[in-house]
Every structure is written in structure tokens, then in C-alpha cells.
């Protein structure tokens, strides 16, 4: 018998066009194992409702016959179903207070949650992400917000050329104008009466190496975090590239004990025995990337004491924007108050009253927050997202819901990444119990 499987339309925002099974793997799935696919319909999603019927998917607007529900974002609490399983970035396993309503409920109603971030392989490494198109479309928007920022102040800089990345029809486009942005450079070299514009990407993986590809089409000169101060010695230069400085774990943080040397796993382990450092590299800092993961047991990296004290002074500090991918709310970058979306983007937060201004001119730092940037590059993230989601459809599909949790027949990737089975945390979530009040 075959097991049906829904893919829920996205509804959180009018930005949210992404699917996370295209058309076409749905049917390869389709005519390879028992699986059967129902679609609801939209208006928005970037493959149409044709799109899945000329796969042979049926378009239909409920999917109370599907055990098993498809999505990519949080689902509205009015439209939970009784006892489904849910697959998708349920935002729940760091204790998230804006998602503890939406757990409760699919306790209540004796559901399960299986969590895309929370599928990882037996070394600890997530197989399935945006994190390369949060990267990608981040750095874009960075750049575009760095543009506005300066224009607020008055500067003129070649970064106004660029646009939004929901602006461009592609990737391929994006980066096409990203081309142009760097042929100007060339051209005119970067505004002087800024110095060395330094950009500190904050972490090295998925979501950083997509933005570093983006930025490395600039002329960019790389530079340590710890030789920062040398660009600033000798008086005004020029300076015909930007400055790429790629933060470790070591550039951000070191051991609490002055005698005890870093030691990357302890700082893992013990992460309470470490402070950040990274505050003293910020003052040289053009723009920060933040796309490090991030859990409350770590250090802040930037916090609202520090931005108080950098923007106190008479001369205007070096600091024009934070372009925060990871997007944790009051997390290691703590002028990330609220997260923004793709109509409004970007706020500039004043350390002196605690508050996110819109625009871009104010005191303190502008924000880019975007809590959904791969919806900017829908048809590629969505692409790519599907391509390795089908791999996990076939044993999710085979699994018995029905068992005890243990018994289910869900392999070792999957079972990880239950939080809730059945209406009841899993062992390896049950502290989010405390979250729940």
C-alpha cells in the first residue's frame, strides 16, 4: 500500500516561494517506491500548481488524508492536523519562545516533528540546509545595505548599483551585477574618505562559504583577524581592494584562564571556561557577516554594551552595518532584535535607547536580519534542497508511526532529528520541556 505524502503551501510570509520537493524528484519518488504526493495549491510558490500537475502531482487544497506533511517553515497552530508527522524547520530546538505555542499544540494533538536542521550524519555534520543560499543571498543584501548606508550619510560608493537580491531572476543575474560592482570597483577604486572598507565574516561554514563566494568576486585582499591593526598604521592610504577577514573559533574567543591555551573541543565542551574577543577586532570592522551557529551556552560576540560604547564617541566609528544570515534574536550579535523580511529589510539599531529604527540612518549600526534569506533564490535553493530531501523520502515514507519510537524503523539520520513523536519529546529533546512553562 502506498503511503501519501502532503507538501503544505508556504503561508508565513508573501516572500516564502520555495517548495521543499520540486515537481520532478516528487515524481521520480513517485514512480521508484510506494509513495504517493498531493500538493496544496499557491500563487506564489516558485514551481506553480501546473508545474506539479504536468509531474502527474495532484493539486488539491487539503491534505487531511496525508499522515505525512512536507513544508520548510513553522506551521500556523489553526492548521495543525491530528497525529501528523510533520518534516520540516520546526525553529523549536533551541527553546525558540515564538515556537513553544506551535510545540505545545502538536503535543496536544499527538503529532511528530522530524527537523531538517537537526538531521546530521554520525560525525555530527547536517546533510540537509540552505546554508550556501542564505550565504549567497545575505552577502548580496549586505553589500546593497552598505550602499545605503553610506548614501544616508552622504557618501557616494559604487555598492548603490546594486539591488536586493529578490530583485534578480537568478543567481546567475545576481552575480552578474555583482561583476559589475567589481568592474567599477576596479575602475574607481572604493570611497577613500572610509580607508581600508574591511568586511569580518564571523564562522567558515555552509552559510559563510556562500557568502564568501559572493564577495570574493569583488578585489578583495584577504588579512587575518589579528593583523587588522597593521592596515591602520602609517596615516591614509590608498586602498584599491576590500579586506576579507575570516573569524575562527580562535579569532573570537579564548580561555577565561590566562595560563590555559585554546583548545577547539574544550571550547566546544566547555564553552562557559571561554569570552569573546571578538569585540576587540569590530573597531576595524567596515561591515560584520555573521554566519556562525550559535547556542546560548556560547559567548555574545557583539553585544549592546560594547555598541553603546563604540558609538559614544565624537568621530563616527568604522562600523556601518551587520549583516546578521544567522539571524538569532538577542543571540551572539545582540543588535539583532527582531528579525526583518524582504519588503523591509534592514533597521539600524541605537545602542542608546535599545531600539530598531527602519532605514538606514541613525546612530549605531544598520541590521540586515532577513529571517528567511534562501526565499530570495527560490528556484536554486529549492532545487538544490529537493535533491537531497528525496534521498530521506522513501525510509520516511516506510517508517511505522504507529510503533513505540524505538520500533518505528526510522534510521539513524532520521531518528536524530525527531523532537516530538507521537505528542512526546524525545529523549534528546526532553529539556525543551523547561520551555514550554
Not at 525510509?395 to 513505540?404: H, T, V
Request: glycine share 8%; proline share 8%.
Amino acid at each position: 500500500m502506498n503511503t501519501t505524502l502532503g507538501i503544505r503551501r508556504e503561508d508565513i510570509n508573501k516572500w516564502e516561494k520555495r517548495v521543499p520537493l520540486i515537481p520532478s524528484h516528487a515524481r521520480e519518488l513517485a514512480d521508484k517506491y510506494p509513495v504517493e504526493f498531493r500538493v496544496q495549491p499557491s500563487d506564489i510558490r516558485v514551481f506553480t500548481d501546473a508545474d506539479y500537475r504536468m509531474a502527474g502531482i495532484p493539486v488539491e487544497e487539503t491534505l487531511s488524508p496525508c499522515p505525512i506533511i512536507l513544508a520548510l517553515k513553522e506551521i500556523p497552530i489553526d492548521l495543525i492536523g491530528k497525529g501528523k508527522t510533520y518534516f520540516f524547520f520546526s525553529h523549536t530546538a533551541k527553546g525558540q519562545a515564538q515556537n513553544m505555542p506551535m510545540l505545545k499544540k502538536m503535543m496536544d494533538l499527538g503529532c511528530t516533528i522530524i527537523d531538517y536542521e537537526k538531521l546530521v550524519d554520525d560525525k555530527g555534520r547536517r546533510v540537509l540546509y540552505f546554508g550556501n543560499y542564505a550565504g549567497h543571498a545575505g552577502m548580496i543584501d549586505t553589500l546593497w545595505t552598505l550602499g545605503k548606508r553610506l548614501e544616508a550619510e552622504g557618501i557616494a560608493n559604487p555598492f548603490t548599483t546594486l539591488h536586493p537580491t529578490h530583485h534578480y531572476q537568478s543567481l546567475v543575474e545576481a552575480k552578474e551585477a555583482v561583476g559589475k560592482l567589481a568592474w567599477k570597483l576596479v575602475q574607481q577604486g572604493p570611497p577613500q574618505e572610509l580607508g581600508p572598507i574591511v568586511f569580518g565574516f564571523f564562522g567558515y561554514g555552509h552559510v559563510s562559504q556562500g557568502a564568501q563566494e559572493i564577495f570574493d568576486i569583488l578585489p578583495v585582499e584577504p588579512i587575518r583577524p589579528e593583523d587588522l591593526p597593521l592596515l591602520f598604521r602609517g596615516g591614509p592610504k590608498t586602498h584599491r581592494n576590500l579586506y576579507k577577514a575570516v573569524f575562527h573559533e580562535e579569532d573570537m574567543v579564548k580561555p577565561i584562564d590566562p595560563g590555559k591555551a585554546f583548545d577547539l573541543q574544550d571550547y566546544y565542551q566547555n564553552p562557559q571556561g571561554y569570552k569573546a574577543i571578538t569585540e576587540d577586532a569590530v573597531p576595524y570592522l567596515t561591515a560584520v557577516v555573521n554566519g556562525i551557529y550559535w547556542t546560548p551556552k556560547f559567548p555574545k560576540y557583539i553585544t549592546k554594551a560594547f555598541l553603546k560604547k563604540l558609538f559614544a564617541g565624537d568621530a563616527k566609528p568604522r562600523l556601518r552595518v551587520v549583516g546578521d544570515i544567522t539571524c538569532d534574536i538577542n543571540g551572539s550579535i545582540e543588535c539583532t532584535v527582531q528579525a526583518t523580511d524582504s519588503e523591509k529589510p534592514v533597521y539600524v539599531y541605537d545602542p542608546f535607547t535599545d531600539k530598531a529604527l527602519p532605514g538606514f540612518d541613525g546612530r549605531g549600526p544598520a541590521v540586515l536580519a532577513v529571517y528567511n534569506l534562501p526565499a530570495e533564490l527560490p528556484l536554486e535553493s529549492s532545487t538544490y534542497f529537493s535533491g537531497k530531501l528525496k534521498e530521506y523520502i522513501p525510509a520516511l515514507a516506510a517508517a511505522k508511526f504507529d510503533r513505540p519510537f524505538a520500533a518505528c524503523g526510522l534510521p539513524d539520520v532520521l531518528r536524530r532529528a525527531v523532537i516530538l513523536y507521537r505528542g512526546e519529546l524525545t529523549p534528546a529533546y526532553a529539556y525543551l520541556a523547561e520551555y514550554l512553562g
